[in-house]
């Protein structure tokens, strides 16, 4: 592909629900530009922009693509991410990178749960963005019923850019208003108004004109007075209106067939902004000051990471220049890390087809192989002028579960194949959790994890098994008590002698653990009395009740008793170690659970459910909102009742619930479940002790 200039370049990423129809209208795009000679499809596993392994065997997309195309000399880099909810992350990363977002509403369902992520995430980024219906030729499809769901449940002001001519089979065309042309057919050949929709497009037209003046301070001033706009003012007043977000254009076609297509591609190289419409980039320089800066190559070089990816062939990093030019075997600068990176060779990847290119302009996006340590999120630029862009940022994770490797081999690559797996996705996290000894891998959600974990085995060759993570526990002391504890073994050998008296009391949680020493007059010396912090800290370890790890505990050593032989620091280390448990059984140990704030939006009818279902996940309500026709939860729960809440929402809502949750505090695991629950993990740890 030839090297394009960035005001001939339009960054879009299309957005919507899953099966809305993007990777479908992406392989008609394709096809139209002549990047394919051959059409293939998502449900048999050929669509050009599904082409990872997981994508083709699950017939959908999990990754974002991209697809640049030249549509009227101007190169359009499509940006097709995966709709299902479970990507959000890619839907951020695509955004970070692109001008504009095409938005696209299935014409049967209307607006969706993701629709509404999706538009909540160009909202986010402040994207402009139009508004396609696409399936326009499925059954049953009414224009009239999607266009009420648009308007009830996204905010924003939407207006015809088109009429669609026809409905459902009988969809055949749009009529452009801009222009008042029909576009007819799979090639949009150009075509006067239908002689019934003359007067329909005619009143259409001028909400069009009306709106397009909004975008314009002067244009709204001629608008008012009652002048006609010229062709070129409305053109420009809807560009600039849609480019504010005071209004977003809806569009309509058949993605599959092609009908209306070519009016498509005429709108986003016509209304959507170029890289250097959309008010520069910022970035923070050396010295942490932050500014904007225009997106041009006279601008400093600065080189954004938004997506890595490995397979046999090593890592590619996809990039979008900001500022300045980047050219392949150059020399660039990764501030980060304070070290010079060799730019092979450029490339501009359509799906997983590659050609090479000489340069890249400010604003365009391309892909290039082996820069070492360089991950997403990272800016390059020059030696002498290191600018940072700020990194994609992404939900916490919704979903965990614990990684069992297979065997020995596999247990030996887990953690190397982690540390892959998340680089090349950052809404995926993994850790070890000490106080229940698993591994885990958090993420969006059960799909998002189980596609990991298979990509684990297919990229890295690793296998492992899953299981639903153990709740990390900790225990706590709720009142003061004493232990007075004499170690002593003097039989044979060298002696061993060492008494403490210990007192622990509460604290804050948060404090975690404290030790204090109350001796006076030497009855113990200085480095015993460390011997017995050291003791306590390792029963910190594992606490008394089911040996999870001890927190808000103060221990006070207040007297105590040295053997002038037989003292040494390993008996004061036990003394301090069983003086300690001794203690903390006295003093009302309890457990800790980890509390969560959860928020969940659901559609306002769901709501009652919603709430009562709380309830029986022994949940706290913070409060309430109402926002348009959802309603938003907010709500203290405990990890333990969180653990598939996911497919719960999903039953709850029929899908139309949306929830994050991020970790809060420990809180104390009721009084009338502390025993059972007790009971139950000491006898888990007994069952885990045997397997090992
Ligand atoms: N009738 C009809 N079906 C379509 C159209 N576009 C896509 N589909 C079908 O809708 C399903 C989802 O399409 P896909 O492109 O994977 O959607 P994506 O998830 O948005 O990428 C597939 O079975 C497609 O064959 C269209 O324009 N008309
Ligand atoms: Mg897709």
């Given at each position: 592909m030839k090297e394009y200039q960035t005001?001939?370049?339009?960054?879009?990423?299309?957005?919507?629900?899953?099966?809305?129809?993007?990777?479908?209208?992406?392989?008609?795009?394709?096809?139209?530009?002549?990047?394919?000679?051959?059409?293939?499809?998502?449900?048999?596993?050929?669509?050009?922009?599904?082409?990872e392994e997981e994508e083709v065997h699950r017939n959908g997309s999990i990754a974002t693509a991209i697809a640049p195309v030249e549509w009227k000399g101007v190169k359009l880099n499509l940006l097709d991410t995966p709709g299902f909810l479970d990507f959000i992350g890619e839907v951020n990363s695509a955004m970070k990178v692109a001008d504009s977002a095409a938005v696209l509403v299935e014409a049967v369902s209307g607006v969706e749960v993701g629709t509404e992520a999706v538009w909540a995430a160009a909202e986010a980024y402040g994207r402009p963005r139009v508004l396609v219906v696409n399936k326009m030729d499925r059954e049953n499809v009414r224009v009239r019923r999607v266009k009420e769901s648009i308007a009830n449940n996204l905010v924003g002001h939407f207006v015809d850019l088109q009429l669609p001519i026809g409905e459902g089979p009988a969809f055949k065309g749009v009529v452009d208003l801009l222009h008042m042309e029909a576009r007819v057919g799979e090639k949009g050949d150009k075509a006067p108004i239908p002689a019934d929709m003359q007067s329909a497009a005619e009143d259409a037209r001028a909400a069009l004109v009306e709106a397009a003046a909004e975008g314009d301070d002067a244009l709204i001033e001629k608008f008012l007075e009652g002048e006609e706009l010229t062709g070129a003012e409305v053109a420009r007043g809807l560009k600039l209106a849609t480019l504010n977000g005071v209004v977003t254009p809806i569009l309509y076609c058949a993605g599959e067939t092609g009908v209306g297509v070519d009016a498509l591609l005429d709108a986003f190289v016509d209304l959507l902004p170029a890289p250097n419409e959309v008010g520069g980039f910022t970035a923070t320089?050396?010295?942490?000051?932050?500014a904007t800066y225009e997106v041009s190559n006279a601008s400093p070089l600065a080189v954004f990471i938004f997506k890595s990816?490995?397979?046999?062939?090593?890592?590619?990093?996809?990039?979008?220049?900001?500022?300045?030019?980047?050219?392949?075997?150059?020399r660039i600068w990764d501030g980060a890390r304070n070290a010079e990176v060799r730019v092979g060779t450029l490339q501009i990847s359509s799906g997983?087809?590659?050609?090479?290119?000489?340069?890249?302009?400010?604003?365009?996006?391309?892909?290039?192989?082996?820069?070492?340590?360089?991950?997403?999120n990272d800016t390059l630029g020059d030696r002498g002028k290191v600018?940072?862009?700020?990194?994609?940022?992404?939900?916490?994770?919704?979903?965990?579960?614990?990684?069992?490797?297979?065997?020995?081999?596999?247990?030996?690559?887990?953690?190397?194949?982690?540390?892959?797996?998340?680089?090349?996705?950052l809404t995926l996290h993994w850790s070890t959790e000490p106080s229940t000894h698993e591994t885990i891998l958090s993420g969006m959600g059960q799909a998002h994890?189980?596609?990991?974990?298979?990509?684990?085995?297919?990229?890295?060759?690793?296998?492992?098994?899953?299981?639903?993570?153990r709740v990390p526990y900790r225990e706590t002391i709720t009142k003061s008590a004493d232990a007075d504890y004499t170690h002593k073994k003097q039989t044979g050998g060298a002696g061993q002698y060492a008494r403490v008296a210990l007192r622990v009391e509460p604290v804050e949680e948060s404090r975690g653990f404290e030790f204090a020493s109350e001796i006076f007059g030497g009855a113990v010396s200085a480095p015993f009395v460390s011997a017995t912090e050291k003791g306590c800290r390792q029963a910190l370890e594992g606490g008394v009740l089911a040996g999870y790890p001890v927190v808000g505990v103060r221990t006070v050593i207040y007297d105590g008793k040295m053997h002038p032989v037989d003292s040494k620091e390993i008996a004061f280390q036990t003394a301090g170690r069983e003086g300690f448990k001794e203690a903390v059984r006295k003093a009302g140990p309890m457990l800790l659970e980890p509390i969560y704030e959860v928020t969940v939006t659901v559609p306002a009818d769901n709501m009652g459910d919603i709430l009562g279902d709380m309830n029986t996940r022994r949940a706290r309500v913070l409060g309430m909102d109402q926002e348009g026709h959802k309603s938003i939860v907010r709500a203290e729960v405990p990890l333990a009742e969180m653990q598939s809440y996911a497919a719960d929402l999903r039953s709850m809502t029929q899908g139309r619930g949306l929830f994050s949750m991020k970790f809060m505090q420990y809180g104390r695991v009721p009084g009338h479940l502390q025993d059972e629950l007790v009971a139950k993990l000491r006898k888990e740890r007994e069952t885990e002790g045997e397997a090992e």
């Amino acid at each position: 592909m030839k090297e394009y200039q960035t005001g001939q370049i339009r960054n879009i990423a299309l957005v919507s629900h899953n099966g809305a129809g993007k990777t479908s209208l992406v392989e008609r795009i394709l096809f139209k530009t002549g990047a394919i000679t051959r059409m293939g499809a998502v449900v048999n596993g050929t669509a050009h922009m599904d082409f990872e392994e997981e994508e083709v065997h699950r017939n959908g997309s999990i990754a974002t693509a991209i697809a640049p195309v030249e549509w009227k000399g101007v190169k359009l880099n499509l940006l097709d991410t995966p709709g299902f909810l479970d990507f959000i992350g890619e839907v951020n990363s695509a955004m970070k990178v692109a001008d504009s977002a095409a938005v696209l509403v299935e014409a049967v369902s209307g607006v969706e749960v993701g629709t509404e992520a999706v538009w909540a995430a160009a909202e986010a980024y402040g994207r402009p963005r139009v508004l396609v219906v696409n399936k326009m030729d499925r059954e049953n499809v009414r224009v009239r019923r999607v266009k009420e769901s648009i308007a009830n449940n996204l905010v924003g002001h939407f207006v015809d850019l088109q009429l669609p001519i026809g409905e459902g089979p009988a969809f055949k065309g749009v009529v452009d208003l801009l222009h008042m042309e029909a576009r007819v057919g799979e090639k949009g050949d150009k075509a006067p108004i239908p002689a019934d929709m003359q007067s329909a497009a005619e009143d259409a037209r001028a909400a069009l004109v009306e709106a397009a003046a909004e975008g314009d301070d002067a244009l709204i001033e001629k608008f008012l007075e009652g002048e006609e706009l010229t062709g070129a003012e409305v053109a420009r007043g809807l560009k600039l209106a849609t480019l504010n977000g005071v209004v977003t254009p809806i569009l309509y076609c058949a993605g599959e067939t092609g009908v209306g297509v070519d009016a498509l591609l005429d709108a986003f190289v016509d209304l959507l902004p170029a890289p250097n419409e959309v008010g520069g980039f910022t970035a923070t320089d050396a010295r942490g000051e932050s500014a904007t800066y225009e997106v041009s190559n006279a601008s400093p070089l600065a080189v954004f990471i938004f997506k890595s990816r490995e397979d046999n062939f090593g890592k590619t990093s996809y990039l979008r220049v900001f500022g300045g030019t980047l050219a392949s075997d150059s020399r660039i600068w990764d501030g980060a890390r304070n070290a010079e990176v060799r730019v092979g060779t450029l490339q501009i990847s359509s799906g997983k087809e590659t050609s090479p290119i000489g340069k890249l302009h400010a604003g365009d996006i391309g892909t290039v192989v082996k820069l070492g340590e360089v991950g997403t999120n990272d800016t390059l630029g020059d030696r002498g002028k290191v600018l940072t862009i700020a990194p994609i940022v992404q939900p916490d994770p919704l979903a965990s579960v614990a990684i069992h490797p297979a065997t020995q081999a596999d247990t030996a690559k887990l953690s190397q194949s982690l540390n892959r797996l998340v680089a090349e996705d950052l809404t995926l996290h993994w850790s070890t959790e000490p106080s229940t000894h698993e591994t885990i891998l958090s993420g969006m959600g059960q799909a998002h994890l189980d596609i990991a974990v298979h990509k684990a085995l297919s990229k890295f060759g690793v296998n492992m098994r899953t299981t639903t993570p153990r709740v990390p526990y900790r225990e706590t002391i709720t009142k003061s008590a004493d232990a007075d504890y004499t170690h002593k073994k003097q039989t044979g050998g060298a002696g061993q002698y060492a008494r403490v008296a210990l007192r622990v009391e509460p604290v804050e949680e948060s404090r975690g653990f404290e030790f204090a020493s109350e001796i006076f007059g030497g009855a113990v010396s200085a480095p015993f009395v460390s011997a017995t912090e050291k003791g306590c800290r390792q029963a910190l370890e594992g606490g008394v009740l089911a040996g999870y790890p001890v927190v808000g505990v103060r221990t006070v050593i207040y007297d105590g008793k040295m053997h002038p032989v037989d003292s040494k620091e390993i008996a004061f280390q036990t003394a301090g170690r069983e003086g300690f448990k001794e203690a903390v059984r006295k003093a009302g140990p309890m457990l800790l659970e980890p509390i969560y704030e959860v928020t969940v939006t659901v559609p306002a009818d769901n709501m009652g459910d919603i709430l009562g279902d709380m309830n029986t996940r022994r949940a706290r309500v913070l409060g309430m909102d109402q926002e348009g026709h959802k309603s938003i939860v907010r709500a203290e729960v405990p990890l333990a009742e969180m653990q598939s809440y996911a497919a719960d929402l999903r039953s709850m809502t029929q899908g139309r619930g949306l929830f994050s949750m991020k970790f809060m505090q420990y809180g104390r695991v009721p009084g009338h479940l502390q025993d059972e629950l007790v009971a139950k993990l000491r006898k888990e740890r007994e069952t885990e002790g045997e397997a090992e």
